[in-house]
């Protein structure tokens, strides 16, 4: 064959090429870019690098005390330990000492004074973290005790807070309620949560030559630790360089929190010139460390004989710990949060940040969402059993609707409702009413075990409370032989956001996945970023990678177009090929083709949120670019005489607009929906009297385990339902949103408790609803049905 055929050959194959679609970008389920690393053990955390020469381990000895003044401290006892380089207080500190994320009120080790039990107030830096250990619990601290102040009532009655109360307010709800056919008042206490990464808080960090840092941190907001960093050194961020591959977990706790590892051991690298290394133990991980607010709410609601709402008044407290930390944002989004997708009529929305001398509690996936969005589901399960109704048919008779009832209490509008659509789609993909049925029966003919059903919806907003975090960056290098480097401003933590990433570029290209190489994130390549969180990863990173690659795209484009002389239409990517005309070429020998025409192939990409803001003065606004939204329907069997329960099906249709990556999106939303499922029954906080936090590991913290998982798994994403706004190829958040469906196994258990008093009452029941718990409600449940069997007799004689 002559080499004319052979070349005619290659072209038509290449054009056949060019056909097909690509298989490996936007809307295909890629598998994670480090799934076989993860699997085989061979993804490198920052504890597995290998170690510097001269390297020291750093442990922090913590306070004793929940409130306490340091009356003395002298660390000489700690150098009597062969090995160890420096003891380090408050006072060696050489620039600032507070790391606060937005306000002040974190010092890096305590000044005098200790605020919590467990938090650090000397650290040590020896050869080995046991000799570091041994060092620090040999310091002699003595303290004077102070009064703790422990809990959120204790907190609210001596209006002991991080910062000022914030009410939102729509109509007069004084009034809707005073002329409310039924009114029902209530309290619950919503537990808190401990993250549980897998990787607890850690940093390495290597002194360089100009009297910066190389900092290898488990991170979600790389700028923050290089700016304070830098701040508690007292040099300009610019020596400060943070690298971040990927974190064994995050869930918020490595938004702040993971700063203060990092900012100690550089502190020990700048006095002793050594490489310096602090890894927590796990115990001293959940000591030292926040978690999710534990709320304290109240709520008074005012509905007709129908169900439906016209006045509701709520007042969330959230337990902040001690520290303002994020805690004005989270109490904000729980505000925000506390309609989920419901019109409350007349509604006064409180939110008051409670100072407790606890470890200052921080973000946790939902941010605050969680605490106030189960709230009206609490309500509506209230008014269910008050008009002796189904709590389906109320909670559908509430969703936000048409004109007059499609305003939050903040005055954003619900545009784009898909809650009712979803749920009809849910209530007869499970067969809800035939089940509701069958459990009603099974129940009358079962004296100890107890089945439960729920169908919950979840409304979530999207984007940063803080409206100046919306914000992104990235950096796209082409090398010559058609390679793609690729680095923005998120963090790894597991959810697949590398992944989502790369795949927007790949289809911005149309080259395939694995052309694609993602680095570590890093403050040297991509400065300011915003934390990797608020759901917001693949929006904001996506987005300002997209921007990047169309940057460049553009000037191939044009280049094409003036090279073989055709217009910009004429010049197409498609398939790891550009179709310029008649003519295709491999993307890897346009490249180089581009390269020797002197055509930049880097650049830059930028991108910041559109239309949100909020002004507090008014609380009015539009905080979220959009809602994302979800609904679960959960079954349970409760066993009355322990009070332990099972999930024996879930059922989930989620919406993420056009999925970016449908079996990405599947696992955050299994994932999600069992980490919610924790929060409200087995994961339960527990200090004592003095403060001391008693569930201080997995051997008293229980997460949910394999076994926990519902028997019966089904999971959908909504079809052919693009976000409305213009995200990144109309895709929407799956991060966080997901969470709140777990709220839907705490009402079932809820049901199936209602159960045993015929569902007449409303079991009052706090958050998590451990087993203990249960048991006490189904006892309350008991007297109340013999107190009805009795008054009926009473009646009848």
Known sequence: MSNHHQNKKSYAEMLELVKQDLTTGVGRSVKHESAAKQVSGEAVYVDDRLEFPNQLHVYARMSDKAHARITKLDVSPCYDFPGVAIAITAKDVPGQLDIGAVLPGDPLLADGLVEYYGQPVLAVAANDLDTARKAAMAAIVEYE??????????????????????THKRGDSAAALAGAQHRITGQAHIGGQEHFYLETQISSVVPTEDGGMIVFT????????????????????NKIQIDMRRMGGGFGGKETQAAGPACIAAVVAHHTRRPAKMRLPRMEDM???????????????????????????????????YSPDLSNSIVDRAMFHSDNGYYLGDATITGYRCKTNLAS????RGFGGPQGLIMPEIILDDIARRLGKDP????????YGGEGRDTTHYYQKVEDNALPQMIDDLERSSDYQARRQAIREFNAKSPILKKGLALTPVKFGISFTATFLNQAGALIHIYTDGSIHLNHGGTEMGQGLNTKVAQVVAEEFQVDFDTI?????????????????????????????????RTIKQRLVEFAARHFNVTEEDVTFRNNHVLIRDEVMPFAEFIQLAYFNQISLSSTGFYRTP??????????????????????????????????????????????????NPAIDIGQVEGAFVQGAGWLTSEELVWNDKGRLMTSGPASYKIPAVTDMPIDFRVRLVENRKNAEDTVY????????????????????????????????????????????????IRDMEQHQQQARTAAVAETV
């Not at 970023?529 to 990863?537: L, M, V, Y």
């Open 517 to 549: 190489q993602i680095t570590a994130t890093n403050t040297d390549k991509v400065p300011n970023t915003s934390p990797t969180a608020a759901s917001s990863g693949a929006d904001l990173n996506g987005k300002a990678a997209q921007n990047a690659a």
């Open 218 to 237: 488990s991170s979600q907001n790389p700028t923050e630790v290089q700016k304070l960093v830098a701040e508690v050194l007292g040099v300009s961020f």
């Open 287 to 321: 000591m030292m460390t926040g978690k999710r607010h534990p709320f304290f709410n109240q709520y008074e609601v005012g509905f007709d004989d129908n169900g439906l709402i016209t006045g509701c008044e709520m007042k969330l407290a959230g337990n902040c710990g």
């Open 145 to 166: 005790e102070l009064e703790p102040v422990l809990s959120v009532e204790q907190a609210l009655e001596q209006e002991h807070f991080v910062s000022e109360p914030h």
């Open 611 to 660: 239309k949100i803001y909020y002004d507090r003065d008014t609380a009015r606004g539009r905080p979220f670019y959009y809602y994302a939204y979800g609904c679960a329907c959960s079954e349970v069997v409760v066993d009355t005489l322990t009070g332990e329960y099972k999930i024996l099906r879930a059922d989930i249709l989620h919406d993420v607009g056009a999925s970016l």
């Open 361 to 364: 509690n921080t973000a946790y």
């Open 730 to 777: 109309h895709s929407k958040a799956v991060g966080e949103p997901p969470f709140m469906l777990g709220i839907s196994v705490f009402c079932a258990i809820k049901d199936a408790i209602a159960s045993v008093a015929d569902y007449r009452v409303s079991p009052a029941i706090d958050a998590p609803a451990t087993p203990e718990r249960v048991l006490w409600a």
């Open 392 to 399: 389906l048919e109320v909670r559908k008779l509430n969703l």
